[in-house]
């Protein structure tokens, strides 16, 4: 969250916030920038009218409207956020077949996807094969939270083996490139998934490190799960400021975020989602899986909340 | 003296102001399903459903009948030609289904024509760059940033009127109520002073409103605020328990029959007082699926009418079904 930035800090940029228009502002019980903005400005201007000078005074009130004024997203109107999704939100082919069909292309930079299901419907497998396949067929990295030491090296070399003809000497160098664009990192709670967030986005702010493309968090649910329930409010304050966090990373820097959630049993023997009501409103798009009859390794894919996707679609998708 | 006279003179009849408001302030109706009440400038309507249930899309919809102009090179769209600031909350807004559904309505509207022509996927492009150039949008992620919008909102109000003839005319937020567990949880009371001025869930409330009716005085428009809510959600029923202290509303929700009685208030009083029209919408139980399409019914809270709706949403929008 915004750090309280106290007014102090300010006057080295801002030279009009002096200490006597602080003296001022302490007066009213203002102490740094967030608190002007719970604070009424037409009001602080009037009483600045009364004070013995009060030009000064007002012209820091209006150099403080125009900190604030940089402190929200700038507006932009239809047109440019259209420039903005062709040009810098591409499609990234998720390497399943079925997930491609079913939404035009595949995962979306700039979206936050879900994929939701009981355990061994796929999960994991949907969240290994698109690394492998981002990291192979896309310039950038991929970063993969695994929380549930999921992340298997092994696996991502069998689907590129798929892939590519096994005769070919070419495989071991493309497993090797690939592996080294895959960043996997163990988290175990959900301080550490903030702080790696946070650092996330402040390399992306100053440009370091090489471009992500991907982020796959597995499992996120088993993340955030622990610290909700009790009745308190904090963890869902922590759920739903990570949501922000990925939401922000995903649009502001182009990236595709693809997350898990698993289900637990619910009132009355249904199964529900681990990240209910509060979390429904954090993903773009959610897909549900589900294993698929007797047959081993087929799971069915449809979904459930699109942007301008219609839902319910169901697809077959088979795992080898 | 005949200064001070005039000054006591009848300005104008109940009549001529009438006319006049009805004139400046003119009512306007809404596409499904916010047709049933005529709403104009100054109104708070809040939309409260679960999600999912194609709130975001009403907004589109209501947004995409503001934008397009009445008539455009002889052909009735029946739009109001004026702009719409739309702030993001949720941050999961995508223009692909803002520029999907208006091509889709200017095709439309274009539908005699434009088939007889043999020309399917044409449209016009010119009308779509002028609508969507009405069309201004903005994020937040979390309070700090929402204030800080609202705070600055008239410089950009301002923008627009110097920019172009057509005035805002509606405000969207969506949804009001996405920091609520972030404000919830911020620290109380920082430092010693108690008449420091702390942000909370209550101050920040106060202050967006505060905010929006200053901005509604210089700038009238229409506000139209989705909200989230939660269905038989054990938690949060006891939530509102332990928590409705203030809330009078509550109460007056829950007397209103066991259909609602899981619908539950999170907002602060400041919020809930300032919204004039609200308007619930839920999924309808059972398998009234309608031709595979999930169904919503609506039933307007505030005012109380009678009447309910029910829609579905398909490839065309939100359409009402009986």
Not at chain 1, 44 to 58: T, V
Not at chain 2, 99 to 107: P, Y
Not at chain 2, 146 to 156: E, G, I, S, V
Not at chain 2, 277 to 284: K, N, P, T
Request: charged share 20%; proline share 4%; aromatic share 8%.
């Amino acid at each position: 969250m915004v750090e309280m930035a106290p007014l102090q800090a300010l006057e080295r940029e801002y030279p009009l916030i002096d200490s006597n228009f602080r003296g001022f502002c302490a007066s009213r019980h203002i102490f740094t920038v967030e608190d002007f903005l719970v604070h009424d400005l037409h009001a602080l201007e009037a009483f600045a009218e009364q004070h013995y000078a009060p030009d000064k005074l007002k012209q820091g009130i209006s150099q403080i409207f125009s900190i604030i004024d940089s402190q929200h997203r700038p507006w932009l109107h239809g047109l440019e956020l259209l420039e903005d999704a062709e040009q810098n939100k591409c499609i990234l082919s998720a390497g399943w077949e079925s997930i491609d069909v079913l939404l035009q292309g595949g995962l979306r930079e700039g979206h936050v996807t879900e994929l939701v299901g009981p355990s061994s419907s796929g999960k994991t497998q949907v969240c290994l094969q698109a690394a492998a396949h981002v990291a192979r067929n896309y310039s950038g990295t991929v970063m993969y939270f695994d929380s549930g030491n999921s992340f298997s090296p092994k696996r991502i070399a069998e689907f590129l083996s798929q892939s590519s003809d096994p005769a070919n000497t070419q495989v071991n160098k493309t497993v090797q490139r690939v592996m080294r664009s895959i960043v996997c990192h163990s988290i175990f709670d959900i301080f550490t998934l903030l702080d790696l967030l946070h650092q996330l986005i402040n390399n992306f702010k100053s440009q370091m490190g090489s471009r992500i493309r991907l982020l796959v968090i597995d499992s996120l649910s088993s993340l955030i799960a622990p610290v909700l329930g009790g009745g308190g409010t904090h963890g869902h304050a922590l759920m739903v400021t990570a949501g922000f966090l990925l939401k922000e990373l995903a649009h502001e820097h182009n990236l595709c975020i693809l997350v898990t959630n698993h289900v637990v049993g619910g009132e009355g023997g249904v199964s529900k989602p681990a990240l209910g009501e509060s979390w429904k409103s954090t993903p773009h798009v959610r897909l549900l899986m589900s294993r698929y009859g007797a047959t081993n390794g087929s799971s069915c894919v449809s979904i459930l909340k699109h942007p301008y996707l219609a839902t319910g679609k169901t697809m077959e998708i088979k795992i080898i | 003296m005949t200064s001070a006279f005039s000054w006591i003179e009848v300005d104008e009849t109940a009549k001529e102001a009438l006319v006049r408001i009805l004139t400046e302030r003119p009512f306007v109706v809404l596409p499904p399903p916010l047709h049933r009440l005529p709403l104009r400038v100054g109104n708070v309507v809040e939309i409260v459903g679960p999600s999912p249930s194609a709130k975001t899309l009403i907004l589109i919809q209501a947004a995409i009948s503001c934008i397009l102009p009445k008539e455009w090179k002889g052909v009735q769209y029946g739009g109001l030609e004026r702009s719409v600031l739309f702030i993001d909350l949720d941050c999961r807004f995508d223009v692909l289904s803002l520029s999907k559904a208006l091509k889709r309505r200017i095709h439309g509207a274009n539908g005699v024509r434009s088939s007889m022509k043999g020309t399917e996927n044409e449209y016009d492009k010119e009308l779509f760059v002028e609508c969507m150039k009405r069309f201004s949008y903005t994020r937040c992620y979390n309070s700090f940033e929402f204030l800080a919008t609202l705070k600055t909102l008239h410089y950009r109000l301002q923008k627009e009127k110097d920019k172009q003839s057509s005035t805002v005319y509606m405000l969207m937020i969506d949804s009001i109520g996405a920091f609520y567990w972030m404000d919830r949880a911020l620290p109380s009371s920082s430092s010693g002073s108690n008449s420091r001025k702390n942000l909370s869930l209550q101050t920040v409330a106060e202050t967006v409103v505060k905010e929006i009716q200053r901005v509604l005085l210089v700038h009238p428009m229409l506000v139209l605020a989705a909200k989230s809510a939660s269905f038989g959600d054990k938690q949060s029923k006891s939530e509102v328990i332990r928590n409705s202290g203030q809330r009078s509303d509550d109460k007056m929700l829950d007397s209103r029959g066991p259909r609602n009685l899981s619908h539950r208030e999170y907002m602060p009083l400041a919020w809930q007082s300032f919204v004039s029209h609200r308007i619930l919408l839920r999924a309808s139980d059972g398998e009234s699926k309608h031709q595979n399409h999930p169904t919503f019914s609506t039933e307007w809270l505030l005012p109380s009418v009678q009447f309910s709706d029910n829609f579905i949403v398909n490839d065309d929008g939100v359409v009402v079904i009986f």
